[in-house]
């Protein structure tokens, strides 16, 4: 009897020992490894990712010539919808956002802020009269926000020339352009006529 006790307690530390000596569950398991192709890869040819989707189309040898030709644009509403042009201007044309409000300008002006080989700023200033969006009626809405604007172009030289830098989608558009797109989406008439009078109120001030 006394040599069964002592078999049974020698087998019960034996396996209290293997329980302590075991490494936790946790630890034995290995580290997940992501998934092979879940970040977004470079094109070696450009830097950017390839979901950029970057136009290697050799395009645009003047970057002032580009900025100019982005403003008129832009202000013509042009970018209210996709737009080739757009696409093969800017350096990420596939993360550019999708369209869905605008800013209504009055008035804008540009000057340089630093320039070299590679690279181009220019100032933006905008004079705002305020955000425009649709409604459920699919009306014009205009919430006035008279203010100054000051936004920053940058323009970069790529391997296959100049390329506005993204995003781009500003969406600054003038008074005769939102009134021009506003046939197929016309505002109230109270937001219609608030325009006219905020532009009076600029025009009799310059």
Not at 82 to 92: I, K, R, V
Not at 176 to 183: G, M, T
């Amino acid at each position: 009897m006394r040599r069964f006790i002592v078999s049974l307690l020698a087998l019960g530390a034996l396996l209290a020992c293997e329980r302590h000596a075991s490494p936790p569950q946790q630890a034995l398991q290995k580290p997940q490894v992501p998934a092979s192709g879940s970040e977004d890869p470079l094109d070696p040819s450009t830097g950017l990712e390839v979901s950029c989707q970057f136009s290697k189309t050799v395009a645009h040898p003047d970057p002032r010539e580009l900025a100019g030709e982005f403003l008129r644009r832009d202000v013509a509403g042009e970018f209210l919808k996709s737009n080739p042009w757009l696409d093969g201007a800017t350096d990420c044309p596939g993360h550019e956002p999708g369209p869905d409000s605008y800013t209504m300008v009055a008035t804008y002006g540009t000057a340089p802020v630093r320039s070299s080989d590679t690279l181009i700023a220019i100032a933006v200033t905008y004079q705002a009269l305020g955000e425009v969006h649709a409604d459920a009626q699919d009306s014009s809405v205009f919430e006035e926000l008279a203010r100054t604007l000051v936004d920053t172009l940058t323009i970069r030289r790529t391997p296959y020339g100049w390329r506005i830098r993204s995003p781009a989608l500003w969406l600054r558009i003038s008074v005769d352009s939102a009134f021009a797109k506003a046939r197929y989406r016309p505002f109230h008439a109270k937001d219609a006529q608030r325009i006219r009078d905020l532009l009076a109120q600029l025009n009799r001030g310059a």
